[in-house]
């Protein structure tokens, strides 16, 4: 933990930083309190809470004010395991959970943090939990166990009957394969990343009322506050927050009954409260600076859902740094020039260096945009300010499905048999590792289709795509190249990769 | 000659002639795709017609090939110039994506410039513009919706347009109910020695999406759900003027 606060040198995080919030972290920095929240704790969430990872400052701000968290269901440990949410929506991992942080805990507590609960914190609840390598989905990866129903036989309120089957190839780790678990049980194991717990006015913002990818208009919320906005989980099966946090209090938390009405609320209160993003960079200093507004400051004042191509570019909240006036530059050392440059011109790269976007179903099809489209980052990270899908974001980059990801003998494989139309592009029968919204739909088409993220905070959070494929931001940049051969110069790579790290 | 080759091509595929501007087009074509580069979305979308051995640039149509799969091409000769992606240039066209496998090809730019992508004149507005409401006196209205051969899904940047303009109406008018009706260009025909037809069930797939979707946002509105087979082309002005497009459609019918 101390390791982690050090890491960046004091000078350096002074000289970075407005003298306002220098002064912040300063008081901050007098008595630390350990990044890792445990369950149950009783601290008071501030106003602003910052916390430091290896690209800068990541900060978070609570509209409000301050929150007592003592008793509150976010953070007490409600179920039957000792967990609370905050056990893997961590503040200073971005309000998911890094790999690293989970191999730390588990260093920490010889495995004891009930992060490691036998139920979806280990590979499978059948291993000897004490052992290290039966969590090494988690220690390595950052992975929880995701368990499904399988046949799925309902979807947005309707019957469904799946249009495709499910066969284990190969099961590691006996979650689908093991008496009770496995589609000849009756569900499915897949394992999954934590997803972000903040900037959700973006996440359920509703930007246009059709959807393009289905063909049709968004759902009616079911609680009825107008359409859902369908970019909740990796498969989508939320369509709401009290939905979602039903879910993750039944599986994550163990939580025998129900929430209350008056939890709900308060759950709902607080993600709805906070807003998420990098504050500093340690190379390129504060990114609130010459003209830059980076933060989430900008998140929490700014219109949730704008289309970046019709209105605010997105990243234009770098757009200051591509021309640094000569008397701001004179402030700066040059490696903080040279790095604010690069930054300004990942953004540019992410919008305009196109690309041939291929087999991609979501949106090569059905949406009629042609198989191939050129286009760039952006076609489908396309809201203003954050970075995910306007529209609901279910896309199969490949993350998940062969042959596109990359072969990994530790995740059950799983053979999928269409039985109606192929998949438009992989065909009759083919391979993957998590056939993602098609546990939610039922159809086939949708196998490897995964809702698109917030793309904030992600420093803070390594490694990234759902089933943590990629390694670190490189990673990221890595397997698009792959994936779409590119032709990224080593420039462009960089400059996307240290764009990112100022999310 | 604009005329006879219209009613020809309603009942039969083109003969074997140079096609004139205005002229109807309609074949079966593995498709080819150009990588021009002027930016997002433009690339070119080329498909030969195999009786006549010409090249066709269908780039303009809503909904776009895949490389992997033949496309069924219907529309117009526009008589533009070939420059953005070399070949003759079909305006108004749809392309729709049919089942058979194709030989993947891609064609470099050549010099081609392809067309810088602009935003097609039917375009949804984003859900926080407030809608002008239609002014009344409201009486019985039609509003139709096109689709991509066989397929039932609402085609984006068109058909989502003009289902939007439709809701947009429907909440003004408050109609007592509103008939939706399917329909499906079920009855085969012969397009480049292929046999063609789309499956009856589009049809009652296509008004229960569409019913769905005006259910999403008008809960309240009645609607009674049909579907016809066999549908014929229909002067519908959405369609463009292809009579094939006229027959894959949905009609909304509001009644007071």
Redo the contacts between chains.
């Keep these: 933990m101390t390791d982690r606060l050090s890491r960046i040198p004091r000078s350096i995080m002074a000289a970075l930083l407005l003298p306002a919030a220098a002064l912040a972290l300063a008081a901050t920095q007098k008595a630390p309190p350990p990044p890792w929240w445990s369950p149950g704790e009783g601290r008071t969430f501030p106003a602003q809470i910052d916390y430091r990872n290896d690209s800068g400052t990541l900060r978070s701000l609570l509209v409000g004010g301050p929150l007592p968290t003592k008793g509150h269901p976010f953070f007490e440990p409600i179920g039957s395991n000792g967990r609370a949410c905050v056990t893997c929506h961590q503040p200073a991992d971005g309000m998911s959970l890094s790999a690293a942080t989970a191999a730390e805990r588990w260093d920490v507590t010889k495995g004891k943090d009930p992060l490691f609960a036998a139920i979806d914190g280990s590979n499978c609840p059948i291993l000897p939990q004490g052992d290290r390598a039966s969590h090494s989905l988690l220690i390595e990866r950052g992975l929880f166990r995701i368990q499904r129903p399988w046949p799925v036989k309902e979807w947005q309120g309707k019957p469904v009957t799946p249009d495709f089957t499910i066969d284990v190839v190969r099961d590691p780790n006996g979650c689908n394969s093991a008496p009770g678990y496995g589609p000849a049980a009756g569900n499915i194991s897949i394992y999954r990343r934590p997803r972000p717990v903040s900037n959700f006015k973006y996440l359920l913002a ?5 959807d ?1 990818k ?7 919320d079911p609680d009825g506050h107008g ?1 859902s906005s369908g970019n909740l989980m990796a498969d989508n099966r939320a369509a709401n927050l009290r939905l979602q946090m039903e879910d993750a209090a039944a599986s994550h938390l163990q939580l025998i009954g129900k929430l209350t009405p008056k939890q709900e609320a308060a759950i709902n209160d607080f993600e709805m409260r906070l807003y998420t993003a990098q504050q500093a960079s340690a190379l390129g200093g504060a990114l609130d600076s010459a003209g830059a507004s980076g933060g989430p400051a900008k998140l929490r004042d700014s ?1 949730p ?3 970046g191509s ?1 209105g605010t570019p997105v990243w234009s909240e770098y757009a200051a740094w591509e021309k640094i006036p000569p008397e701001e530059a004179a402030k700066l050392t040059s490696e903080q020039l040279a790095f604010r440059k690069s930054v300004a011109r990942g953004a540019r790269v992410f919008r ?1 260096k ?1 690309f ?1 976007i291929t ?1 991609s179903s979501g949106i ?13 980052c952006v ?1 489908c990270h396309n809201m203003s300010q954050m970075g995910n899908d306007v529209a609901p974001g279910q896309v199969d980059l490949g993350t998940t499905t062969l042959p596109f990801a990359d072969p990994w003998a530790d995740l059950p494989l799983f053979r999928i048999t269409c039985l109606k ?1 192929p998949h ?2 992989y065909g009759r029968t083919f391979f993957t590792y998590d056939p993602g919204f098609a546990l939610s739909t039922g159809r086939c088409a949708d196998v490897g289709k995964i809702t698109l993220q917030s793309l904030r905070g992600l420093a803070a959070r390594a490694p990234y795509f759902s089933n943590g494929l990629a390694k670190n931001l490189r990673g990221i940049v890595d397997y698009y190249e792959r994936r779409y051969n590119i032709g990224y110069t080593e420039q462009e790579k960089q400059d996307l990769v240290n764009l990112m790290s100022v999310l | 000659m604009k005329k006879l080759s219209f009613l020809l091509a309603l009942a039969a595929p083109l003969s074997a002639q140079a096609a004139e501007t205005g002229d109807l087009l309609r074949f079966v074509a593995c498709p080819v795709y150009r990588d021009a580069d002027s930016g997002k979305k433009s690339g070119c979308w080329l498909a030969d017609d195999v009786a006549v051995g010409i090249r066709y640039d269908v780039s303009l149509s809503p909904y776009k090939p895949d490389w992997n799969r033949a496309v069924l091409v219907e529309g117009r000769l526009s008589g533009a110039a070939e420059t953005a992606c070399g070949a003759k240039v079909m305006d108004p066209v749809r392309a729709s994506v049919l089942p058979e496998a194709c030989q993947r090809h891609m064609l470099p730019a050549e010099g081609y410039p392809g067309r810088k992508f602009v935003l097609p004149k039917r375009n949804v507005d984003p859900a926080s513009i407030v809608r002008k409401a239609p002014e009344g006196p409201f009486a019985e209205r039609t509003f139709v919706l096109f689709f991509e051969f066989d397929r039932s899904f609402v085609v984006y940047q068109y058909s989502d347009y003009l289902l939007d303009k439709a809701v947009t109406w429907l909440a003004a008018a408050k109609p007592k109910k509103v008939v939706v009706t399917g329909f499906a260009a079920s009855d085969p025909e012969t397009v480049s020695g292929h046999s063609i037809a789309e499956r009856a069930e589009v049809a009652r797939e296509r008004a229960e999406l569409v019913t769905e979707s005006i259910h999403r946002m008008l809960p309240d509105l009645v609607i009674e759900t049909r579907s016809e087979t066999g549908a014929k082309p229909a002067d519908l002005p959405d369609a463009d003027g292809i009579p094939g497009q006229s027959q894959r459609r949905v009609e909304i019918r509001a009644l007071f």
């Design positions: 509703v930007g246009f009322a059709y393009p289905q063909g049709i208009a968004l759902p009616r359409q219109e859902g704008a289309l019709i305009d196109t041939l087999d090569n099809s059905p949406a009629g945009f042609g198989n191939p489209v050129r286009n760039s076609f139309a438009p592009f």
